[in-house]
């Protein structure tokens, strides 16, 4: 025998209180598809607004300090530099524990000069924290005004895996890199240092810093041609003492074993530091008659010339400030300004930054400007998703065609993703998140649940006209029956998304935006489902069985 339905009391009251809403839907149908479309139309106004990133920044829970001192400092100075931070940093409450890498490894994947510092601050729980409640946001601010204390460095305040992960993909370290090309490596420097001062001005600006391409201190040696010339010399002579003295020459080989290794003679460091002992340097003079040069005075002492002249006699020796590096990119020199972005989206930044730069900064001919770093991958993204979005809505509406083998039926049912959408905005507005690549996955997944929803009621109303009902009395028994249904759908898919929306774990970054925007579209999807679905079929739907 057949078993009696029972509707539980909840039920029962939603489904008096949306009888009438629905019969008044029918009788004002053209007035509630017109707000649904102006609806529409206004969340995309208020999207194309919206800021976005390629992906909201994960708190890995450690914090890396990118430590940047003078170029040429010694491997020992910058040691005793870097102990004297790690010790600062330690004093830090939430830091358990500081450890650092100083230039390149042996193994050199991460090439890097003695003046720069990986210092890694190991963060404890939270549950240790002194107070549990502070941000990662205000703790990375106590960490860089900590550091700011010790003299002597430059900082860029990061994370172990986004740092990494940013170079690799775009070269540099930081979120968004302003990138100038040119020839003139002076005139670009200057660049990066004009532009550095408009970026750091911009909101949301942090740790905004230039290459560092100069500052390297270098000894300059340049031969006196006329001074060469009174002696014999020519310029391969000093270029032949300052090598061996500077830069060493191989005399031999040493064997232990079946080993080999060269015998390198040039001068200690502590001469070759030393410009006035290097202006003292022999320089071997041509000799052609050594016997008749010698010549006897009248008091019968013998002179004979000179065998050498020294370096500063024939050569200006001084210390000069040079390159530190010349890096190129696309057959051209480049400096890149690098910053990174908090309490503010990425697209935004950039945006501002482009603007600010074309506004007060004037490139000569021949230079130019590219932007890098995250927000590259931020256009890539977006691009990709400009094409899989489309595709994704057309599977859905072959479909739905499929389905129901009208045209007519499956538009009306897609209808619903449109206005799914105006639910996820608004929710990312209240929330305010900007738009980011897994907002835009949310928006996918949302198209599909809005999508079902309209079927589940749809396919009952058309039963309900193959039954022979008319078409008032179908769209109203198929919408109140399909009430639970439609119903259960939206509670399934919002409660499981709700812990997703409320996360504060490791992660938590990147699904907060698409559980946003999954809760969200589903309240909006539920409406239209149950308002204005039942309108626009009752518009455009059949009139007959």
């Known amino acids: 025998g057949r078993v009696a339905e029972h509707e539980p009391a909840l039920l029962r009251v939603l489904r008096r209180v949306y009888e009438p809403v629905l019969r008044a839907v029918l009788r004002w149908r053209v007035s509630v598809v017109v707000a649904a479309v102006l609806l529409v139309a206004l969340t995309l106004l208020a999207a194309s607004r919206m800021g ?57 994947n991460d090439p890097m000069p003695p003046a720069v510092t990986d210092t890694f601050l190991i963060v404890k729980p939270r549950s240790e924290w002194p107070q549990p409640g502070k941000s990662k946001a205000r703790l990375l601010a106590e960490v860089q005004a900590v550091a700011e204390t010790v003299p002597g460095n430059n900082y860029e305040v990061t994370q172990p895996i986004e740092m990494r992960f940013n170079e690799l993909i775009a070269g540099v370290r930081a979120d968004v890199a302003v990138k ?84 390198i003679v040039r001068l200690p460091e502590s001469l070759r530091q030393d410009l006035d002992r290097l202006r003292e340097l022999p320089v071997p003079l041509p000799r052609t008659d050594s016997h008749a040069s010698v010549t006897v005075d009248a008091l019968g ?13 024939v050569a200006g020796v001084r210390e000069v400030i040079g390159p530190n590096q010349i890096s190129r990119e696309n057959g051209k020199r480049r400096v890149f300004v690098t910053a990174n972005v908090r309490g503010a989206d990425l697209s935004e930044f950039v945006a501002s930054a482009r603007a600010a730069i074309a506004r007060e900064i004037d490139l000569p001919a021949g230079y130019w400007l590219d932007f890098g770093g995250s927000f590259e991958q931020l256009e890539s993204a977006s691009r990709r998703l400009s094409l899989i979005v489309p595709l994704t809505l057309a599977m859905i509406l072959m479909l739905l065609y499929a389905a129901f083998g009208s045209a007519r039926d499956a538009l009306i049912i897609f209808s619903g993703v449109p206005l799914a959408l ?124």
């Open 52 to 108: 976005a990133e390629f992906m909201p920044q994960l708190d890995e829970g450690d914090i890396t300090l990118h430590a940047m001192r003078i170029p040429g400092t010694s491997l020992s100075q910058a040691v005793q530099m870097q102990d004297l931070l790690e010790r600062t940093l330690a004093d830090i409450p939430e830091v358990e524990r500081v450890f650092s890498k100083i230039g390149t490894g042996e193994v050199a």
């Open 180 to 263: 100038v090309y040119g020839d003139d490596l002076d005139t670009l420097v200057e660049l990066a240092e004009a532009i550095e001062a408009v970026v750091a001005a911009l909101p949301g600006a942090q740790d905004v810093r230039s290459e560092q391409v100069t500052g390297l201190p270098m000894i300059e040696v340049v031969p006196d041609r006329e001074k060469l010339a009174r002696y014999g010399l020519d310029v391969r002579a000093v270029q032949d003492v300052v090598e061996v003295a500077m830069g060493g020459r191989e005399v031999g080989r040493i064997y232990e074993g079946d080993r080999r290794f060269p015998l």
């Open 301 to 313: 002492v013998v002179h004979a010339p000179p065998l050498h002249v020294p370096l500063g006699a």
């Open 422 to 545: 105006t639910g996820g905005v608004a929710a990312l507005l209240l929330r305010d998140m900007p738009l980011s690549i897994s907002a835009g996955i949310g928006f996918i997944a949302l198209s599909g649940i809005a999508t079902l929803n309209g079927v589940v009621m749809l396919s009952f109303i058309r039963d309900r006209l193959n039954a022979g009902d008319a078409l008032d009395t179908a769209i109203i028994e198929g919408a109140l029956v399909r009430l639970r249904p439609v119903l259960m759908t939206a509670l399934v898919a919002s409660l499981g998304f709700l812990p997703m929306a409320l996360n504060v774990g490791t992660g938590a970054e990147v699904q907060r935006p698409l559980a946003t925007v999954v809760i969200g579209g589903i309240a909006s999807s539920t409406l239209l489902t149950l308002l204005v679905l039942p309108a626009l079929y009752r518009i455009f739907g059949r009139r007959t069985a």
